[in-house]
């Protein structure tokens, strides 16, 4: 049972380049997260899947896409990279959108942009 | 909207001392409440959690008590231990979205 995984692990691009980070679980849980993680800025919701099929903006959606290929994939897109997007993003999931539920994330992807 | 404050760090403590580490939150209704906690180079974990007033989540020696009076759940250790070090996250879930709001986090650093 590997939990959530994520890849890269470690991604350094250039300004304006494009890529998609990929996340997996094989938990079957039904709700999966982005996050992004900034020193003294705890963790930030980017964008959120409650369930396969549907997909809504979190706190800082702007410049990135997602897509919830299937329950167990959940796959985020930076279109066109900016400094400002330098962070280490988590992928979570949880089993069902519902409060009383912990999330479980991934080890996280560390994205340099310059 | 929804946030949550945790006291600011980092905290460093020698082994067997006394942890606190405080956390207040702002929300309507009843959330549920949570601490995760990170090791370097990882990804968060659960530590603890609780989902109604007055309760009290503990795993490994941790605890804290849901207290809705005060709004608070602060964190408590009687005795950390060096393999304790990482940074402490404190979170609640308000809507059955499963969105969750996050502190900033508190690093402790527990020394021999």
């Known amino acids: 049972n590997a939990g959530v995984t994520q890849t890269p692990k470690f991604q350094v691009l250039k300004t304006g380049q494009s890529m998609t980070l990929q996340c997996a679980q094989d938990?079957?849980?039904?709700?999966m997260y982005w996050y992004r993680q900034d020193p003294g800025m705890g963790l930030r919701l980017i964008y959120y899947?409650?369930?396969?099929?549907?997909?809504d903006k979190g706190e800082v959606p702007n410049g990135y896409n997602v897509s919830r290929l299937n329950k167990r994939e959940f796959s985020l897109r930076l279109e066109s990279a900016a400094p400002s997007q330098t962070s280490v993003y988590f992928c979570?999931?949880?089993?069902?959108?519902?409060?009383?539920?912990?999330?479980?994330f991934g080890p996280g992807t560390r994205l340099t942009v310059t | 909207g929804d946030s949550v404050t945790q006291m600011e760090g980092p905290v460093t403590l020698s082994e067997e001392a006394f942890l606190t580490i405080n956390c207040t939150y702002t929300?309507?209704?009843?959330?549920?409440l949570f601490w995760y906690v990170q090791y370097p180079g990882e990804g968060l974990q659960l530590l603890l959690k609780?989902?109604?007033?007055?309760d009290k989540g503990s795993n490994k020696g941790f605890e804290a008590t849901y207290r809705k009076e005060t709004t608070s759940f602060h964190l408590e250790k009687g005795s950390v231990q060096v393999s304790d070090s990482a940074v402490y996250f404190c979170?609640?879930?308000?809507?059955?979205?499963?969105?969750?709001?996050f502190g900033d986090g508190t690093t402790l650093t527990v020394k021999p």
């Open positions: 929300a309507t209704g009843y959330p549920s």
């Open positions: 979570a999931s949880r089993e069902q959108a519902n409060l009383s539920y912990e999330q479980y």
């Open positions: 938990m079957n849980h039904n709700s």
């Open positions: 979170a609640l879930s308000r809507t059955n979205a499963g969105k969750s709001t």
């Open positions: 609780a989902t109604k007033a007055d």
């Open positions: 899947s409650a369930s396969e099929g549907t997909t």
